[in-house]
Nanobody, 124 residues
Framework: QRQLVESGGDSVQAGGSLRVSCVASGFNLYYHFMAWFRQAPGKEREGVATIDRDKITRYADSVKGRFTISRDNEKNTLYLQMISLKPADTAMYYC??????????????????WGQGTQVTVSS
């Protein structure tokens, strides 16, 4: 059974840093296109960052220069390093995986596998 489990969410002050992780089981992350999404209360789930098999990364404009997505294929783990956090970054963060991206890689519809989420709260 393919499973993604996120961890590392926490409450931090604005300007702080945090790293969230996503461990995959039942499948090898190496063969998949991966992404981080986030969803704040009352808002749609939005794509934050993506990484392909060649570790090429892309970011939403709102996090560019502050967030870094990475993957450790040996540990079968996806990471999202966040710095200079803002209250607007407060959300549930989800990792997602797909065998192949069809359409927009920043659309939730492109992904087949999802974790349960980890909460990030940034206070001012």
């Amino acid at each position: 059974q393919r499973q993604l489990v996120e961890s590392g969410g926490d409450s931090v002050q604005a300007g702080g840093s945090l790293r969230v992780s996503c461990v995959a089981s039942g499948f090898n992350l190496y063969y998949h296109f991966m992404a981080w999404f986030r969803q704040a209360p009352g808002k749609e789930r939005e794509g934050v960052a993506t990484i392909d098999r060649d570790k090429i990364t892309r970011y939403a404009d709102s996090v560019k220069g502050r967030f870094t997505i990475s993957r450790d294929n040996e540990k079968n783990t996806l990471y999202l390093q966040m710095i200079s956090l803002k209250p607007a970054d407060t959300a549930m963060y989800y990792c997602a995986a797909t065998d192949a991206v069809i359409g927009d890689a920043f659309s939730a519809h492109a992904y087949q596998y999802w974790g349960q989420g980890t909460q990030v709260t940034v206070s001012s």
